[in-house]
């Protein structure tokens, strides 16, 4: 079976400083893996999938396949970045998501 | 830029009610998806839906559900005999041609079965 543990509930950090929101997952073959992102009274939407290694709103993602990771890293962070973070993985091949409990990001001017 | 729609937002329903919650998937989106949140608890997948039939369901998708695109244009998650522990927030989500494409959630139904 698949899983995605976030192992922080709540990260609170100041304006400016880095961020990392932890992410790891099991699961014997090769995932996708995804962060969501849910801004406060806003929908989840799709924040960075691994497959394409990009770097969205200043966020980055790294598959670190030896540490079973995929953390959240962003350098600066800025208050509109608080919201609620949920890492996601899907087997290759199959539709169904299985997302971690969620990490609430909280930045202070 | 095209949305997933959910109605209602809120439904409050009696013990062993039946509900229905509706969804509008993005318009050119062939997959449809259900998922809950129970409060204070993990998004959870339900089921997978492509060409008018079930392609995945997880164990929490019993015969109390069931799923139907009625018409062109909606989705729809049928609950039976609704039970207390089906309080939770019901997300719809769509994705386009191939399965293996991002899904992309709808604002979600807060379900609450007194």
């Known amino acids: 079976a698949q899983r995605v543990t976030q192992p922080e509930k709540l990260l609170s950090v100041f304006k400016g400083a880095p961020v990392e929101l932890k992410c790891n997952y099991s699961?014997?073959?090769?995932?996708?893996l995804f962060w969501y992102v849910q801004y406060s009274r806003q929908r989840l939407q799709l924040l960075l999938r691994?497959?394409s290694r990009e770097s969205i709103k200043g966020f980055t993602a790294d598959l670190n396949k030896g540490e079973t990771s995929f953390h959240l890293k962003k350098p600066f962070a800025q208050e509109e970045d608080s919201a609620m973070y949920y890492c996601?993985?899907?087997?290759?091949?199959?539709?169904?998501?299985?997302f971690g409990t969620g990490t609430r990001l909280l930045v202070s001017p | 830029e095209p949305e997933v729609t959910q109605t209602p937002s809120h439904q409050v329903t009696q013990m062993g009610q039946e509900v229905i919650l509706r969804c509008v998937p993005i318009?050119?989106?062939?997959?449809f998806y259900w998922y809950r949140q129970i409060l204070g608890q993990k998004v959870e997948f339900l089921v997978s839906?492509?060409?008018?039939?079930?392609?995945?369901k997880s164990e929490i998708f019993d015969d109390q559900f069931s799923v139907e695109r009625p018409d062109g244009s909606n989705f729809t998650l049928k609950i039976r005999s609704t039970k207390l522990e089906d309080s939770a927030m019901y997300f719809c989500?769509?994705?386009?041609?191939?399965?293996?494409?991002?899904?992309?959630f709808g604002p979600g139904t807060r379900l609450l079965v007194l």
């Open positions: 989500a769509s994705s386009a041609r191939t399965g293996d494409g991002d899904q992309y």
């Open positions: 699961y014997s073959g090769s995932p996708e």
């Open positions: 691994h497959i």
């Open positions: 996601a993985l899907r087997r290759t091949g199959f539709q169904k998501l299985v």
């Open positions: 318009s050119n989106h062939l997959y």
């Open positions: 839906f492509y060409n008018n039939e079930i392609s995945e």
